[in-house]
């Protein structure tokens, strides 16, 4: 394998450990981190390098807490890929399943409290399914992707880096891709009509992360919440 198929995965690693909430571990884990970043190239790597200069010279608690006010209460910074796709549609509950079905199926198992569609969980599936594969998942919701990298540089956020070297890993935006961002951007998620109701499984159809969310405990890959 090529040293530039391994430094894609490597960094899909790093970005999804760095779009988890921070827990006590992350310090332990920056010099790592600091590796894959390193192997990377540049248009992936410098942005990792510079959040991660962030998170060492930012003391946790408050790291966690930016972490909170960005991805908790910002309406248009949303880590829940499917949302931007689907809103809170019974299409979205699909989704959701069929994800969940193709990361069992890859060996990556989520514990009960996460979502298959948290951009920390695609980047970890796509580090252990390979390139290929991670690049067609992140390519199917690259709209997604893209309105969240621009919504975390308008708001001035650090993990606008992070944004900025998962969008480096993958190719450059085509002519129906930039029109899809617009589109996003302009007229925001689907809405379900009324009266319909979803046809997936109640577990598969959580609520709008623009509304008020519980804060879950932090998760064993990483402290996603």
Same mark, same amino acid.
């Given at each position: 394998m090529s040293r530039a198929a391994v430094a894609?995965?490597?960094?899909?690693?790093?970005?999804s450990v760095l779009l988890s909430y921070p827990d006590e571990e992350l310090p332990g884990r920056l010099s790592?981190?600091?590796?894959?970043?390193?192997?990377?190239?540049?248009?992936?790597?410098?942005?990792?390098?510079?959040f991660l200069?962030?998170?060492?010279?930012?003391?946790?608690?408050? $790291?966690?807490?930016? +972490?909170? %006010?960005?991805? *908790?209460? !910002? @309406? #248009?910074?949303? $880590?829940?890929?499917? +949302?931007? %796709?689907?809103? *809170?549609? !019974? @299409? #979205?509950?699909?989704?959701?399943?069929r994800l969940k079905q193709s990361y069992?199926?890859?060996?990556?198992?989520l514990t009960?409290?996460?979502?298959?569609?948290?951009?920390?969980?695609?980047l970890e599936f796509g580090s252990i399914a390979g390139p290929d594969a991670g690049k067609d998942l992140l390519r199917q919701h690259r709209a997604g992707v893209e309105l969240l990298r621009l919504?975390?540089?308008?708001?001035?956020?650090p993990w606008a880096d992070v944004l900025a070297s998962v969008s480096a890993t993958l190719p450059p935006l085509r002519g129906e891709e930039r029109q899809a961002v617009a589109r996003l951007a302009a007229q925001g998620p689907?809405?379900?009509?009324?009266?319909?109701?979803?046809?997936?499984?109640?577990?598969?159809?959580?609520?709008?992360?623009?509304?008020?969310?519980?804060?879950?405990?932090p998760q064993p890959r990483g402290g996603r919440r």
């Open positions: 894609v995965p490597l960094a899909w690693q790093a970005q790592v981190l600091r590796r894959a970043a390193s192997a990377a190239r540049p248009p992936v790597g410098r942005p990792l390098h510079r200069d962030h998170a060492a010279r930012t003391p946790l608690p408050d $790291l966690a807490a930016d +972490y909170v %006010a960005t991805f *908790d209460h !910002r @309406k #248009r910074c949303c $880590l829940f890929l499917t +949302y931007y %796709a689907y809103g *809170d549609t !019974r @299409k #979205r509950g699909l989704a959701l399943l069992t199926a890859a060996g990556l198992r009960d409290d996460e979502l298959p569609d948290h951009l920390a969980v695609v919504a975390l540089a308008e708001a001035g956020s689907p809405e379900e009509q009324v009266g319909l109701e979803p046809f997936a499984p109640p577990e598969y159809m959580p609520p709008s992360p623009y509304a008020p969310q519980p804060l879950l405990s």
